[in-house]
């Protein structure tokens, strides 16, 4: 008892101080999974043995924590996500790419591993996924234009619950009825029966997202419920249809408009982090390294494949599109696998060994050579060719100025010269128009702080700007973006009338000497010029430092940052600053 209290408790200490490794490191989580679950696994040091520590309810655990795990990621299959600027490629990788992908990853499986077709058809699917986790960390660390950035960002968001629907289905083929060979007739029947109660739960969630008599907390625990509750119904109806079931809920939720699902996002930011961590960290505990090993060069060979020869295809599709043929080339150089990739294999794998199915042993260390050479090789290779491509540092850092006073169009327009991307929100007309004649992009209508859609105007934003003559929008925004973003990140004007102070805000004030307007503000307004000041270049006496703007270095991605008293910019010799010049006969 002592030795499985020993386990579990170091499997959750060790899947957080992971993620929070790759926090700090600025790498994908899954490789301080992989490591650390590897090094403590039964391949290791012998700390946890997931057999050991949870017997036959090993397998079905795995099962319920993937269901929950796609669920997750279903939230984010929207069909508003492939009406946006990034249609035309994500939806082509996502569909033609992900047969190319399955069809070369089953073909090289099959061949070359001499592993039986139907389990190589159910490897292959499962190495379809990529995932945000894994492509984000590798894309802040590469800096490449928000363009391109935008493809590959909702294509491993997207490509998760597709990918994992097509496995699910391929796995629920599997029976021992029929020795373990693919049956098409079981594969319909699983979708179907997962499809219909997966709607039947979304159904009966949305009478408890939209109450008013549960606070927020009591509804993500209503979801975890419901999603749970979902898996088991499917599976006790027919056996593997219950992952389709909890895909086909977060879908079915995620595409009504009749309640708010805000309301679970505790339930994606919090608990399924925190799951992954603890699932993956089990997992690689559980891998036999020598299994992985046998597979030898011929393993390595498959993995080679998947990346000059399907990758590379799968980016052919976008012939047509309006993209370089560098951009082009390092669509095919980025498609590295991650959690969900592994959640899903370690699940069949556990269920379909202990039914004894042919070539099941392979499932397991064949996914995970996948994600080890994928993982470790875009994270190497890739920042490496971007810089050769010239698409490396392209991606210019954003400031979001929320309102459009006079003075701040002035540091805009500076800003852009320096170095940043600046975009306005104004419902004021002559705001905009000002805008658009200091060459700044603007937009207005509803402004969603909590917004995830793809092409939101706060995607990738750097920093914000609260700047607006509206004191009550001022106070509300700074308080939700300061909460939802990086605080030092978050810049408010004083209230311009001196009626509605903002109080009690972590956003940092603007230029702040204790008047309502400072003199900065008042200079700019009156039309004095501003200074781009580079690197290694003096600031002039007199001179008054407003801005910098701070390039990527190493894994620290680009930055803006603005003057405040608690706050001033520091010149250093990195930083391209915006300088207000000395006044006249100074």
Request: charged share 15%.
């Amino acid at each position: 008892m002592d030795d499985v209290l020993l386990g579990l408790s170091l499997v959750v200490i060790l899947s957080i101080l992971a993620r929070l490794s790759a926090t700090w490191m600025r790498v994908p989580p899954i490789v301080p999974l992989l490591v650390i679950g590897v090094a403590v696994g039964i391949s290791g040091l012998g700390l946890i043995d997931p057999v050991q520590l949870l017997g036959p309810a090993l397998s079905p655990a795995v099962e319920i924590a993937v269901g929950i795990i796609l669920f997750e990621g279903a939230l984010g299959l929207k069909r508003e996500e492939l009406a946006s600027g990034v249609r035309g490629a994500v939806t082509r990788l996502i569909t033609i790419g992900v047969i190319i992908t399955w069809f070369v990853a089953t073909v090289s499986i099959a061949l070359l591993l001499d592993v039986p077709h139907p389990i190589a058809i159910l490897i292959g699917a499962t190495v379809i996924v990529s995932g945000p986790t894994v492509v984000i960390p590798i894309l802040d660390f590469i800096g490449p234009t928000q363009k391109v950035r935008r493809v590959l960002k909702w294509e491993g968001i997207l490509i998760d619950p597709i990918g994992a629907i097509i496995a699910v289905v391929v796995f629920g083929s599997f029976d021992n009825s029929h020795g373990g060979r693919f049956d098409i007739a079981e594969l319909f029947l699983s979708l179907g029966v997962g499809g219909v109660v997966g709607v039947i739960g979304a159904a009966l969630m949305m009478p408890i997202l939209g109450t008013k008599k549960l606070a927020g907390r009591d509804k993500v625990a209503a979801t975890l419920m419901m999603v749970v509750a979902c898996f088991a119904a499917a599976d006790a109806v027919l056996s593997d249809s219950g992952l389709v079931a909890t895909i086909v809920m977060g879908v079915a939720l995620a595409n009504q408009h009749r309640v708010r699902i805000e309301q679970v996002a505790e339930f994606k930011e919090t608990l399924v982090p925190i799951l992954v961590g603890i699932l993956f960290v089990l997992l690689a505990a559980n891998v036999d390294i020598d299994q992985v090993a046998d597979l030898g060069w011929k393993g390595l060979l498959v993995v080679a494949i998947l990346i000059v020869v399907a990758r590379p295809l799968a980016a052919l599709t976008l012939v047509g599109l309006p993209f370089t043929w560098k951009e082009k080339v390092f669509f095919g150089s980025m498609a590295p696998r991650g959690i969900v990739a592994a959640s899903t294999a370690s699940a069949f794998g556990l269920a379909l060994t202990d039914r004894d199915v042919p070539g099941a042993q392979y499932i397991i260390p064949v996914t995970f050579l996948i994600i080890a050479g994928t993982v470790f090789y875009y994270s190497l290779i890739t920042p490496w060719l971007a810089r050769v491509l010239g698409l490396s540092g392209e991606h210019r850092p954003t400031l979001l100025m929320i309102g459009a006073p006079p003075w701040a169009l002035t540091v805009g327009e500076g800003l852009t010269r320096a170095g940043a991307e600046v975009i306005v929100w104004t419902e004021s007309p002559d705001e905009a128009k000002a805008a658009a004649d200091h060459g700044l992009v603007t937009f207005g209508g509803p402004l969603d702080p909590e917004s995830k859609e793809a092409d939101s105007p706060l995607e990738d934003v750097a920093a914000f700007a609260v700047i607006s003559d509206d004191d009550s929008l001022n106070q509300l925004l700074s308080f939700q973006l300061a909460e939802l973003y990086e605080a030092n990140q978050v810049y408010r004007r004083r209230s311009p009338s001196d009626r509605a102070p903002i109080v009690n805000s972590e956003a940092l004030e603007l230029f702040h000497d204790g008047d309502v307007e400072t003199d900065v503000q008042r200079r700019l307004a009156a039309g004095e010029p501003v200074s781009v000041v580079g690197p290694l270049a003096e600031v002039p006496d007199g001179a008054v430092v407003i801005a910098a703007v701070r390039p990527k270095s190493g894994t620290m991605p680009a930055k803006i940052h603005l003057s405040t008293e608690e706050k001033p910019v520091v010149p250093d010799s990195n930083s391209t600053l915006l300088v207000l010049d000395p006044p006249v006969g100074v």
